[in-house]
């Protein structure tokens, strides 16, 4: 082969060998392009995510809010209102008060008055029983202090010591809580002993005991 050729002939691998380069370079510049196009659809993608998310969190952030300020409302309002229910069942009891109050001064009519209180007294008792509110029962029953509050002692054989004589005051339970303590006399310690602990010292005893 004459150098002509020869270096026509290498030219040639030059020109192709540039060519299939510039092919390889340009796929190249593709790839790269692709990457950052999907890196930036990427990117597009998660920001709208977290924008999807911020505004869920914006939602429930106020959606709470609310919840919680008509919690808020709900509880001043049980509060406020609680004893609403017992009010209404009270009223038909004053009701039935002052239409015996309208009576009181008849005095031909006493004995009206006087069963018509009886079962006010009684209707009374019956709703606070429905409430959960029970009258204690304290005459005749052991002094304790957790349910009575002594006033004073009173001496009294009959009945063993510390034992309620009297209730001055009513005590009320609340289900399980007493809500006021029973005020009452209580009795003394008795004497019964020390008597008998007299008669037998005295001359008298001692001289039949001699016989």
């Known amino acids: 082969m004459s150098k002509h050729k020869k270096d026509k002939h290498q030219e040639e691998q030059n020109i192709d060998q540039e060519a299939v380069q510039s092919e390889d370079k340009i796929q190249e ?6 990457h950052l196009e999907l890196a930036e659809l990427k990117i597009a993608d998660l920001e709208k995510q977290v924008k999807e998310w911020n505004d869920k969190f914006l939602r429930k952030a106020a959606e709470f809010e609310n919840y919680k300020r008509r919690t808020e409302n709900d509880q001043l309002n049980l509060i406020s209102y609680a004893a609403e229910s017992f009010i209404i069942k009270l009223l038909p ?14 005095i031909d009519n006493n004995k009206s008055v006087k069963d018509g209180i009886k079962m006010v007294y009684e209707k009374l008792l019956k709703l606070l029983n429905e409430q959960g ?31 309620v004589l009297e209730e001055v005051e009513s005590g009320y339970l609340y289900r399980d809580k007493v809500i006021r303590h029973a005020k009452v006399i209580v009795s003394e310690e008795s004497s019964l002993d020390n ?17």
């Open 29 to 34: 510049d593709k790839s790269e392009l692709n």
């Open 93 to 106: 009891i004053v009701d039935d008060f002052e239409r015996s109050m309208e009576h009181i001064d008849d």
């Open 133 to 163: 509110v029970k009258k204690m029962l304290a005459k005749g029953e052991p002094f304790n202090v957790a349910y009575h509050d002594a006033l004073m002692q009173r001496k009294d054989d009959s009945v063993p010591p510390h034992t």
């Open 195 to 211: 008597n008998q602990i007299t008669k037998d010292d005295s001359p008298e005893s001692s001289s039949e005991n001699e016989k």
